[in-house]
C-alpha cells in the first residue's frame, strides 16, 4: 500500500493517505437524483488519470462500458454503439439517465481526502466516518474490515436532492 | 445430441426447481467472484431466481414483468419481460416452447461431458451475444453466457427436480414498502 504522508498536525491527529495509485472493485451503484434513480452493477478499474468502469445489469451481462483519461471519455454501450464525451460524469448520464460525482468517487471510496474536504467525525478505530467536500457529505456506512487501514464497503454520497451509494462486493488488487 | 435433448428438456419439463451457482469471466481475466443461489420456474414466462451470495438479489418473473429485488440496497428493478426475457438464462428456463422464436438454435458438439447447443438471440440489443446449454441425460446441467462485453457467465445447475409442484406466489413480487422502484 501507498506509504502515507503525514499533514501538518492539526486539531485531529490525521494521517491522509496518498491517493491509491490504482484499484479494482466490483460492486453495486445506486444513484438517485430528484425524481429519477438507476442502480447497476460495476466492475471499475481506476489508475491515476484513467478510469475503465463497466455497468453490468442483474445477470452480470454487461449494459456500458467507460474509459475515461485525460483525453476525454468513451463509452460502448450493448448494441456496440460508442458515445464520446468530455467526462465519464456526462457518458454516465446519458447511460444511467442520473447525474453523478464520478471524477471524485477514486478518492471518496479509498476513504483518501481530497484537498480542502473536512473531516466531520471518525469512528473509533480512526477512520473516516463523516466528510464534506465542495458540499457533498460522504458517510462512510461500512468497512471492508475492522482495522484502520481497511478499505470502504459501503459510502453514502448526498448533495442537494443527488444520492449515491456505492456498495463494494470485492477489492481486487 | 444436444438439440433432440434441449427438446426432451422443454417439453418434458413444465416446471423445476434447483440450485445453482454462477461465475462471471471477465475479459481481463481477473478471479471471477462466485455467485450461487436457488432458482425455480413454471413455464411460460415465470421463474424466481435467487442469489444468497454474493450478496442477496432476488429475481422474479411473473409472465408479463421481471423484477429485480435487491435488499441491502431496498431497491426495486423492473422490465417487462418481452424485452428483458428475450435474451436471459430465465428466457430459456421459462420461455414458451418456440425458442427457435428468439434464438437461432444449432448443435455445438460434446465437451465436459455434457452435449452442448448454441443459442444466438434474434433480437440485436439482447443482453447476451450468444448462449450455450449443457444437457446430459435429457437434463439442463450448465449454461455459458456470453455478454457484448466479453464476458462469460457461466451457469451451474445442481440437481433439478422436474415438475414438482410450484406454489404459485412464488411468481409474484410486490415491491416491500419503502424501497425504491427503478423502470418501467
Redesign the interface.
Known amino acids: 500500500c501507498a506509504a502515507p504522508d503525514v499533514r501538518p498536525p492539526d486539531a485531529l491527529q490525521l494521517v491522509s493517505r496518498a491517493e491509491m495509485s490504482r484499484f479494482q472493485l466490483e460492486g453495486r451503484l445506486q444513484v438517485r437524483d430528484g425524481e429519477r434513480t438507476a442502480a447497476v452493477g460495476v466492475d471499475w478499474q481506476h489508475e491515476v488519470g484513467h478510469d475503465d468502469w463497466l455497468f453490468t445489469g442483474p445477470l452480470g451481462q454487461g449494459l456500458a462500458r467507460i474509459e475515461a483519461d485525460a483525453a476525454g471519455a468513451r463509452m460502448t454501450l450493448a448494441d456496440g454503439q460508442r458515445v464520446e464525451a468530455a467526462s465519464a460524469a456526462e457518458l454516465a448520464e446519458t447511460a444511467l439517465g442520473v447525474n453523478a460525482p464520478f471524477a471524485q468517487l477514486p478518492l471518496w471510496i479509498t476513504a483518501r481526502l481530497r484537498d480542502g474536504a473536512e473531516v466531520r467525525e471518525l469512528d473509533p478505530v480512526g477512520r473516516l466516518r463523516r466528510v464534506v467536500d465542495q458540499g457533498w457529505t460522504i458517510d462512510y456506512i461500512e468497512y471492508a474490515g475492522s482495522g484502520p487501514a481497511d478499505l470502504p464497503r459501503k459510502i453514502d454520497v448526498q448533495r442537494g436532492d443527488t444520492r449515491l451509494r456505492l456498495i463494494v462486493d470485492a477489492w481486487n488488487p | 445430441d444436444g438439440l433432440a435433448q434441449l427438446k426432451q428438456f422443454m417439453d418434458g419439463t413444465r416446471t423445476a426447481r434447483g440450485s445453482f451457482t454462477?461465475q462471471?469471466f471477465?475479459k481481463?481475466g481477473?478471479?471471477p467472484?462466485p455467485?450461487s443461489g436457488t432458482f425455480a420456474f413454471s413455464r411460460p414466462g415465470k421463474f424466481r431466481w435467487i442469489y444468497e451470495k454474493?450478496?442477496a438479489?432476488l429475481?422474479v418473473g411473473d409472465g408479463s414483468k421481471l423484477w429485480?429485488y435487491?435488499q441491502?440496497?431496498n431497491?426495486v428493478?423492473t422490465k417487462k419481460l418481452g424485452q428483458a426475457l428475450g435474451s436471459?438464462?430465465a428466457a430459456i428456463l421459462a420461455g414458451d416452447n418456440s425458442l427457435d422464436r428468439n434464438f437461432v438454435l444449432k448443435n455445438a458438439g460434446d465437451a465436459d461431458g455434457l452435449e452442448w447447443i448454441e443459442a444466438t438471440p434474434k433480437a440485436?440489443?439482447s443482453?447476451?451475444e450468444r448462449i450455450r446449454m449443457g444437457f446430459a441425460g435429457g437434463q439442463l446441467k450448465a449454461m455459458l453466457?456470453n455478454?457484448?462485453?466479453g464476458?462469460t457467465?457461466s451457469l451451474l445447475f445442481g440437481q433439478i427436480e422436474r415438475n414438482p409442484s410450484l406454489d404459485a406466489g412464488l411468481f409474484r413480487f410486490t415491491p416491500p414498502k419503502g424501497a425504491?422502484v427503478?423502470g418501467e
Open positions: 454462477q462471471v471477465s481481463s481477473r478471479k467472484q455467485a454474493p450478496y438479489q429475481l429485480a435487491d441491502e440496497l431497491q428493478t436471459t438464462p440485436e440489443d443482453s447476451f453466457l455478454d457484448n462485453f464476458q457467465t425504491d427503478v
